[in-house]
């Protein structure tokens, strides 16, 4: 995930890199990953990906350091205004399209919505509006369109399985299901039709914080091994904090989960 290939001293962790998003092409090169999920955080046009400028210069910088950028981050979205039946929520639903498009032209084959916080899909009201704001929208959306979630697995398939058609795919975040106290490993057995992305990330049970990648209480092997039995194949994405170095944090998490997946 863009980000966290940076210091960004005062900022949040999920937030646009503007001083140094070039710099994470090579960042991510050297230490051995293949791809950067690119993030939105705001409406405004000063990121990258929504020039034509900003654009070749990804595909400049992808192409010298064979890094892929083929998914997005939409956490602009993370405040609920989507749904909002007003000037503002026309706003972001105006940018949702927009933005698709634009990635679209940098290759970005999905753009994930944060459907947590205050866009969290929690009543069947929200949902309902949801489903409503995504079906008007879908013929215009230039990429997949996947959620994440803070839905339990039966919950959230029963909501997609309600979609007429172009049904939305799951970004699973495997440390926020542990937080959540749900089972990655029965939630996977349920949802990986759907999955298309999975972040990441360690975090301890009970709303607990975020850790090293294999220090917290995400069940890594079990669930690994739970989407190479069902044939899983997708992007794995680290969406894991920087804590006092970005590049130590990134090595030690790389290095635990890539023996895992390849093995």
């Known amino acids: 995930m863009q980000g966290r290939l940076s210091e960004k001293p005062g900022q949040e962790l999920q937030s646009f890199p503007h001083a140094e998003w070039k710099e994470e092409f090579s960042r991510a090169s050297n230490i051995g990953f293949g791809a950067l999920e690119w993030l939105v955080d705001d409406l405004s046009e000063s990121n990258p990906i ?4 900003g654009r070749n210069e990804i595909f400049r910088l992808s192409d010298k350091n064979q890094i892929r950028v083929e998914s997005l981050c939409a956490h602009a979205f993370i405040n609920g205004a989507l ?15 927009h933005l698709s498009v634009e990635a679209g032209k940098a290759g970005v084959s999905q753009l994930i919505l944060p459907c947590m916080e205050q866009f969290s899909l929690n009543t069947p ?3 309902r509006r949801f489903k409503q704001v995504y079906q ?3 013929g215009r959306l230039h990429t997949a369109i996947l959620l994440e979630t803070d839905l ?3 919950e959230l398939m029963e909501f997609l399985d309600g979609f007429e058609k172009k049904t939305p795919g799951i970004c699973y975040d495997l440390g926020n299901a542990v937080a959540l106290g749900f089972n990655p490993v029965y939630e996977l057995e349920m949802l ?3 999955i298309q992305e999975i972040h990441i990330k360690d975090r301890e049970s009970k709303r607990g914080p975020s850790r090293r990648v294999g220090e917290g209480h995400t069940p890594f092997p079990e669930a690994l091994e739970t989407l190479k039995r069902q044939g899983w194949r997708g992007l794995c994405v680290f969406e894991t904090p920087v804590f006092d170095n970005w590049e130590t944090e ?10 895992l997946i390849t093995s």
């Open 152 to 154: 339990a697995a039966e």
């Open 83 to 97: 749904l909002e039946e007003s000037e503002k929520g026309e706003m972001y639903r105006a940018f949702l399209v």
């Open 250 to 259: 990134a090595r030690s998490n790389l290095s635990f989960i890539q023996p």
């Open 125 to 127: 009201e929200k949902r």
């Open 136 to 138: 008007k929208l879908s």
């Open 50 to 53: 929504l020039s034509d400028t």
């Open 192 to 194: 990986h039709p759907y």
